[in-house]
């Protein structure tokens, strides 16, 4: 073999010694390298290596070994690796403090250095929370604070990932760099949503509450986005949990109002900014009282986290309806009391006969129908009327219409509690027919009144809930509909 040979894979060898040494973070074996190798450092460039030990050692939080590196070959620090990141992107992406200091002494410049998806170094560390490398990137670099990624600020940012505290000391950096007090962070993305409409639709109630306590912020509020809603009104396109309901009295208790803002952005374009006329005093938004506030209880009470709560409630309603419906099938067919076996003549066993009073019995005649014809009767009208309706309950569920639909989900509602009504009745009336006349058929009377009235308030209370929601909701929304329109 060639002396040149021997050379390249010594060379080869070297490299790779060096970059072993740069994950563990071995000082001895690295001057070691420089000592048989000393332009091995620059020759790193010229590899097909993806990083250089700067990364690594970096990224591992080797402080002394990244100290060498740097009194070796400074330039390392302006190396991008594959993904066009510094070492400064991936110390700050693990928040390595130290590092972060050591490699902005050298030079500040890879503050601004963006990789393949456009990310300064920065943007990781507010994405990974990392409050002390935030400031020390901002006091190097105060340019970074109005960097956006693919139209997203670094405020955007912080909301995404929920970094209260990260958010907290980039607004102060903000406020104390920024000479008009016109911050960045009340401008907007691509969407044109500022940081308080995004932290009302990842519902982030401590989020909000500090947004509004700043008081560039709050003059903001009314801001519209590019489908022309403010943060108050994003608050109807969202599912109502009890966070949004925290959020929304926080919005209604700002002094500015919560739609058509006069005031312009930093970042946005003038055509962005929607204009509006001022609030009237007269139109301040008042809290509802009253039965309204007991409406709005049970709504949030009785509203489900899943909007496909009814889809996915569909197989239990018709289980439900099933079940009432074969009840009341057999109410009939095995009545209170049974049925008439066979007529006491011996010559015809299956012959009517007539009793005292004129009536006809028959073999296979309830026997409550002519003991207690009038009790029977409307047992028979209550038990008839509920198999009906969980019928039609059964026929709504199976068929495939879409649930979601207000109308379907009143019938719904109203078609169970007519069912249940008069499955209660049936209930209530066998009772009747099974107490024998005394104390006990007094006693049966006061229950079946205690029952009936208890029922009866409940099952109204509930009917006019959903009648109620059924009516206002569209209502309500014609009539934030038009509010946004003016």
Not at 429 to 454: H, I, M, W
Request: charged share 20%.
């Amino acid at each position: 073999m060639r002396a040149s040979d021997q050379q390249g894979i010594s060379r080869d060898q070297m490299m790779s010694i060096l970059f072993k040494a740069s994950t563990n973070g071995d000082l001895l074996t690295l001057r070691s390298v420089i000592k048989q190798d000393s332009q091995i450092l620059n020759r790193i460039s010229l590899t097909d290596l993806h990083e250089t030990p700067l990364h690594i050692s970096s990224s591992c939080g080797h402080l002394d070994f990244t100290k060498e590196l740097l009194s070796l070959k400074p330039t390392l620090v302006t190396q991008l690796d594959y993904s066009n990141r510094t070492a400064l992107h991936v110390a700050s992406a693990e928040g390595h403090i130290d590092i972060v200091k050591e490699l902005l002494k050298i030079n500040k410049d890879p503050c601004l250095f963006r990789d393949e998806k456009g990310r300064i170094p920065l943007y990781y560390a507010v994405m990974r929370g990392r409050l002390e490398v935030v400031r020390e990137l901002i006091r190097a670099k105060s340019e970074s604070l109005s960097v956006r990624v693919k139209g997203e600020t670094i405020f955007h940012v912080c909301v995404k990932y929920n970094n209260l505290e990260t958010l907290k000391a980039l607004i102060e950096a903000e406020l104390d760099i920024t000479d008009d007090r016109h911050l960045n962070f009340t401008s907007v993305d691509g969407t044109l949503n500022t940081i308080l409409h995004l932290a009302v639709m990842l519902k982030q109630v401590e989020t909000t509450s500090y947004l509004l306590s700043v008081s560039e912020i709050r003059q903001v509020v009314g801001l519209k986005n590019k489908l022309g809603l403010t943060a108050y009104d994003i608050l109807e396109h969202v599912p109502k949990e009890l966070e949004i309901y925290e959020i929304r009295d926080m919005l209604k208790a700002t002094d500015h109002p919560i739609s058509s803002p006069t005031t312009e952005i930093r970042g946005i374009e003038e055509s962005h900014v929607v204009e509006g006329l001022p609030q009237p005093a007269t139109q301040k938004t008042t809290q509802p009282k009253g039965w309204r506030n007991i409406l709005g209880f049970m709504t949030r009470m009785l509203n489900h986290n899943n909007p496909n709560w009814l889809d996915e409630m569909r197989g239990n309603l018709s289980l439900v309806a099933t079940v009432i419906s074969t009840i009341t099938f057999q109410a009939l067919i095995n009545p209170p009391g049974g049925f008439v076996q066979q007529s006491i003549l011996k010559e015809d066993p299956f012959k009517c006969i007539d009793n005292d009073e004129g009536e006809s019995i028959c073999p296979g005649d309830a026997i409550s129908a002519v003991t207690y014809s009038d009790l029977f009767h409307p047992y028979l009208k209550y038990n008839t009327i509920c198999f009906i309706g969980s019928l039609c309950v059964i026929l709504l569920v199976v068929s495939g219409v879409p649930l979601k639909h207000r109308v379907v989900v009143w019938v719904l509602s109203i078609a169970m509690c007519i069912t249940l009504t008069f499955l209660s009745l049936t209930y209530l009336q066998g009772l009747y027919l099974v107490t024998p006349d005394g104390e006990l058929f007094k006693s049966a009377n006061k229950l079946f009144r205690a029952s009936l009235y208890c029922w009866i308030g409940f099952l109204s209370f509930v009917a006019l809930f959903f009648t109620l929601c059924f009516v206002f909701g569209p209502v309500k929304r014609a009539k934030n509909k038009l509010n946004r329109q003016i």
